[in-house]
């Protein structure tokens, strides 16, 4: 299974709403990322959890609050949130820390905020 | 801080019209430069790593270059399903795993 899954592929919800977003891997991978992508933009890393503990939070409002429950999910809870938040929401994983390999990505999480 | 810079942002090519795309890159150590395909509303699918200097990587009708100021993306004889946005991303030895993306160039490659 070379694959990062992420679920669900849609989701709209309204600024008072409280959702979660979903990614999973079965690749052995220890480095799980979430990143945010605005249209025709880079991407724009969000947090890096690195055996299961948070490594990086790069300065994300609290409404974001990540989750690492075993080494092969990673979910993304949401609340609160603002319609500039509205983007394309990717899930990565890569082996560790040492030889920089590629990381995987998901397809994504479109998320509409109303 | 790690900075990306991607040249052209956008490109068109006639079917079969090689070209080469340009990644300028600022770190402090480089452990990889990655580049990666994006094609509209998918994430990222990784192309290549590039870890030092002369190194030279190839896929089908792409190949990536690595000097030590910036990298690039060749491309050979292109076809229609070429057409994505290709991002190249840096990782420095200070940045944990952190990547920094640039912004990409949007290729297209018209039939």
């Known amino acids: 299974d070379t694959e990062v899954t992420q679920t669900p592929k849609h989701l709209v919800m309204g600024m008072t709403n409280k959702k979660s977003l979903k990614c999973e891997q079965h690749m052995g991978h220890r480095a799980m990322y979430w990143y945010k992508q605005k249209a025709k933009k880079p991407p724009e890393l969000m947090f890096v959890y690195s055996y299961e503990k948070l490594s990086i939070n790069e300065s994300v409002p609290s409404r974001f609050s990540p989750e690492c429950p075993n080494s092969s999910l990673l979910n993304l809870h949401l609340h609160a949130l603002q319609p500039e938040d509205s983007a394309l929401y990717l899930c990565?994983?890569?082996?560790?820390?040492?030889?920089?390999?590629?990381?995987?990505f998901g397809s994504g999480t479109r998320l509409t905020v109303v | 801080e790690d900075q990306v810079t991607q040249s052209p942002e956008a490109l068109r090519l006639q079917e079969g019209e090689s070209s080469s795309l340009n990644c300028s890159y600022t770190v402090s150590g480089l452990r990889g430069l990655f580049w990666y395909r994006q094609d509209p509303g998918k994430g990222p699918e990784f192309l290549f790593t590039?870890?030092?200097a002369g190194e030279e990587k190839e896929k089908e009708r792409l190949k990536a270059t690595l000097t030590k100021k910036e990298s690039f993306l060749h491309i050979t004889a292109p076809k229609p399903e070429d057409s994505a946005t290709y991002l190249c991303?840096?990782?420095?030895?200070?940045?944990?795993?952190?990547?920094?993306f640039g912004t990409g160039t949007r290729l297209t490659i018209i039939p």
């Open positions: 990565a994983s890569s082996q560790t820390q040492g030889v920089p390999y590629g990381y995987t």
């Open positions: 991303a840096v990782q420095g030895i200070f940045g944990n795993e952190k990547l920094t």
């Open positions: 590039l870890y030092s």
